[in-house]
């Protein structure tokens, strides 16, 4: 994720009672869930750590603020009118969004919206929304349910075959591929996880 990428390689938060409650809740959280054999704990563990991740990652950012002129993805959704647009892609990426649209979330005019938008998030508008079409299918594919022509609909492909072509470009494997890489990968973790528990 682009956000990971603009974090350095270890991140210290001091401990100070009295602050970052919500990550001190999450540490809480994860730990009795690490520590217990409960029914439903193996779901939960990605979950807590998910939370985990996200309340470091809201500490860091609040601790290391952005000026005006920082570019980058945390750059780019803390500036309002860049966010207005970046959420619109985020909530419907299967929308046929144009640049104009977009721009006009952000209350802007086309060309310097683009301009904005490719200076904070180091891509055009459309590049990016290729870019979260592709994460969004990557992560659908690992649906064992979801069918081919599914997900291409859910990111905003009008046919298997344009999805298709999409996904090869830019992952360098088709996407049938790509899910039975997946599965294969993920049945000897599954496996660890069942004889653990």
Do not use: C
């Given at each position: 994720?682009?956000?990971?990428?603009?974090?350095?390689?270890?991140?210290?938060?001091?401990a100070r009672p009295g602050h970052h409650a919500g990550l001190r809740a999450a540490v809480?959280?994860?730990?009795?869930?690490?520590?217990?054999?409960?029914?439903?704990?193996?779901?939960?563990l990605p979950v807590a750590l998910?939370?985990?991740?996200?309340?470091?990652?809201?500490?860091?950012?609040?601790?290391?603020?952005r000026g005006g002129t920082a570019t980058g993805w945390a750059a780019a959704l803390a500036a309002?009118?860049?966010?207005?647009?970046?959420?619109?892609?985020?909530?419907d990426p299967a929308h046929p969004w144009t640049v104009q649209e977009?721009?006009?979330?952000?209350?802007?005019?086309?060309?310097?919206?683009?301009?904005?938008?490719?200076?904070?998030?180091?891509?055009?508008p459309l590049t990016y929304l290729t870019w979260w079409r592709m994460t969004m299918a990557a992560r659908l594919l690992?649906?064992?349910?979801?069918?081919?022509?599914?997900?291409?609909?859910?990111?905003?492909y009008t046919s298997e075959f344009a999805f298709a072509n999409a996904f090869?470009?830019?992952?360098?494997?088709?996407?049938?591929r790509y899910r039975h890489q997946a599965q294969a990968r993920a049945r000897p973790a599954a496996i660890a996880t069942a004889t653990a528990e």
């Open positions: 994720h682009p956000l990971l990428r603009e974090l350095p390689g270890t991140i210290h938060i001091p809480e959280v994860l730990g009795a869930e690490i520590d217990s054999r409960r029914l439903g704990a193996a779901a939960l998910d939370m985990l991740l996200l309340y470091v990652l809201r500490v860091w950012f609040e601790a290391h603020p309002p009118d860049i966010s207005a647009a970046l959420n619109a892609m985020h909530d977009l721009a006009d979330r952000a209350r802007m005019s086309r060309a310097t919206f683009s301009r904005r938008f490719g200076s904070l998030t180091g891509q055009p690992l649906e064992p349910a979801s069918s081919l022509d599914a997900v291409a609909a859910r990111v905003g090869k470009r830019h992952f360098h494997l088709a996407p049938g």
